[in-house]
Nanobody, 114 residues
Framework: QVQLMELGGGLVEPGGSLGLSCVASGYIFNWNPMGWYRQAPGNERELVALISSRGANYADSVKGRFTISRDTAKNTVYLQMNSLKPEDTAVYYC?????????WGQGTQVTVSS
């Protein structure tokens, strides 16, 4: 069983930056993906970014603005969000795969507003 705890989130003005981190309670092998999804009110949950030993992939809407990174030794995945836009407002969920199962964090709110 893996538990994910997200840290970060909050309110930021348009154009600002924010960082998220997510710590997994169990070990996630580096070939298993970890990453972030988000869900805005009235919308479906959507991929933001995933990272594994094979590399990282991003949603088109965040390419060039968001950077995902990972510290395998610390079982932690990070999301640095720059040049934030109001449309980035959502609940951001950490996700990780391990032993054939997918795990989710409780979510953290990111609000981009002036």
């Amino acid at each position: 069983q893996v538990q994910l705890m997200e840290l970060g989130g909050g309110l930021v003005e348009p154009g600002g930056s924010l960082g998220l981190s997510c710590v997994a309670s169990g070990y996630i092998f580096n070939w298993n993906p970890m990453g972030w999804y988000r869900q805005a009110p009235g919308n479906e949950r959507e991929l933001v970014a995933l990272i594994s030993s094979r590399g990282a992939n991003y949603a088109d809407s965040v390419k060039g603005r968001f950077t995902i990174s990972r510290d395998t030794a610390k079982n932690t995945v990070y999301l640095q969000m720059n040049s934030l836009k109001p449309e980035d407002t959502a609940v951001y969920y950490c996700t990780a795969s391990s032993r054939g199962s997918d795990y989710w964090g409780q979510g953290t709110q990111v609000t981009v507003s002036s």
